[in-house]
């Protein structure tokens, strides 16, 4: 975040004051000395930014596929040599989302939209979040919904925590290549305070994802996955 002045206006009257503005960058990502993609990003954790968004396009299995990486930060860029291999399986682990109860997860939303430091100071940037039936175990935010999605993917291959019986929490709304995203990655349950597509609910019943909107306070729409969960 960097702060500037700017003339605030209300009821007439006007003010000059400080104000928080979040940062946005380009990033370039080559990958085996090709350029696969280009980031419109905020500028911090670019590293798990990388990790999520390779393991969630199928380039990479695991953190150790990574051979190399180097991230240029004055002039923008990163650079990753990967080993070869077979993409992920497009679909979340039949594993047990042990102990996830309603409650538990109005309490880690609760919990989550008070995180964002940046966001009550800039109102510019989605969060996205990883939980277990209990507590946040990782917290991101970026400009972009999909990026802060990499950015907690990636953190979570870094530290090695299996997402296969996680919770995604997201800030934003839910249509299908974020659901498409999570399946990739084998994520098992998401949960945002916006809105699904129908083609996202339509993904998700098929793979058999616990799936949550419009989640604030104790209010909340289950479209799928009401099975994962104990009421």
Request: glycine letters at 8%; one cysteine or more.
């Amino acid at each position: 975040m960097k702060q500037c002045r700017i003339l605030f206006i209300q009821g007439g009257r006007k003010t000059k004051k400080p104000d928080w503005l979040t940062e946005e960058v380009r990033f370039k990502l080559f990958v085996n000395n090709r350029e696969l993609t280009e980031f419109l990003a905020s500028p911090a954790d670019l590293r798990q930014l990388i990790y999520g968004h390779l393991y969630a396009a199928g380039i990479i299995r695991e953190a150790g596929d990574i051979r190399s990486l180097r991230i240029d930060s004055k002039k923008r860029y990163g650079r990753v040599t990967v080993k070869s291999g077979g993409k992920n399986e497009d679909s979340p682990a039949e594993k047990s989302l042990s102990g996830l109860s309603i409650p538990a997860i109005a309490g880690m939303m609760k919990k989550f939209k008070t995180n964002s430091n940046e966001f009550k100071k800039t109102g510019a940037v989605h969060s996205a979040a990883l939980c277990d039936s209990k507590k946040i175990l990782i917290f991101k935010e970026d400009l972009g919904r999909h990026n802060a999605m990499d950015k907690v993917v990636g953190e979570a291959l870094l530290k090695d925590i299996s997402l296969r019986d996680k919770i995604l929490l997201s800030s934003g709304r839910l249509p299908l290549e974020v659901v498409a995203r999570a399946a990739a990655c084998r994520i098992p349950a998401i949960v945002s305070v916006s809105a699904p597509t129908y083609q996202s609910v339509a993904l998700a019943r098929k793979k058999n994802m616990l799936l949550i909107g419009f989640c604030r306070s104790e209010r909340m729409n289950i479209y799928s996955g009401i099975g994962r969960l104990t009421l």
